[in-house]
């Protein structure tokens, strides 16, 4: 199989200073014209699958990509961003808020080309837990790959997930250990990262890619 990894259109929480951080930021008007290049770029790319995660960052990006193709958009519980849906800023910011209901995910797209995790419930995502702490972020991720690996295997299929920053340096720190992607810069809004999975063997094709966005749109921050 092969797995694009696109990192969300610039969130409000990219864009502003650290200490405005919200728990479930929209994208920006700079985000929207990242989001209108990637699905430009998508339109041309033949993949059978489009996965997102629930935080309305990546579900607002996955709709451009959406309006463009004639897939059905997979909401995964469990991609979301490091820490889950909390409240806050810095080291001390614990504080778990819902994440969207049920309703709220779906209504993103279209109701008969949206099937949704049957996790998420009206309640929410995050159900106002604590921050999810690195080792169960670590092994979280693990949990995705297991899925990936059972759901597609060994097939030829083209997978797509619309993702965050440290959930993709994660998955790719466990799928390719021998990559030095910490030495790669930070993962730029709507960026796309390319594997390949080869005899159970995954292999970084490219990473971080924004050739398809002019220079003035291409933001990075990971916060």
Not at 8 to 14: G, I, T, V
């Amino acid at each position: 199989m092969q797995l694009y990894l696109i990192r969300h259109a610039e969130s409000q929480n990219n864009a502003r200073p650290v200490h405005n951080r919200v728990e479930d930021p929209t994208i920006t008007p700079v985000g929207h014209l990242q989001a209108e290049h990637l699905a430009g770029w998508m339109k041309s790319l033949k993949f059978d699958h489009l996965i997102t995660s629930p935080f309305k960052r990546t579900l607002q990006t996955t709709r451009y990509v959406f309006d463009v193709t004639d897939h059905t958009v997979h909401v995964w519980h469990h991609v979301f961003e490091q820490g889950g849906c909390f409240k806050g800023f810095g080291p001390d910011a614990k504080e778990g808020a819902p994440g969207l209901g049920r309703t709220s995910v779906v209504d993103h797209f279209p109701a008969d080309r949206c099937i949704a995790d049957e996790t998420i419930s009206e309640q929410g995502w995050w159900f106002g837990k604590q921050r999810e702490t690195p080792q169960d972020h670590s092994t979280r991720v693990t949990s995705v790959i297991d899925r990936i690996n059972q759901t597609f295997g060994d097939s030829e299929q083209v997978v797509t997930m619309v993702v965050h920053a440290q959930f993709e340096r994660e998955l790719l720190h466990q799928l390719v250990p021998h990559a030095s992607i910490p030495q790669l810069g930070f993962i730029k809004n709507c960026s796309i990262t390319k594997l390949n999975n080869v005899g159970n063997n995954w292999q970084l094709d490219w990473f971080n890619s924004i050739t398809h966005m002019p220079a003035k749109l291409i933001t990075g921050s990971e916060i």
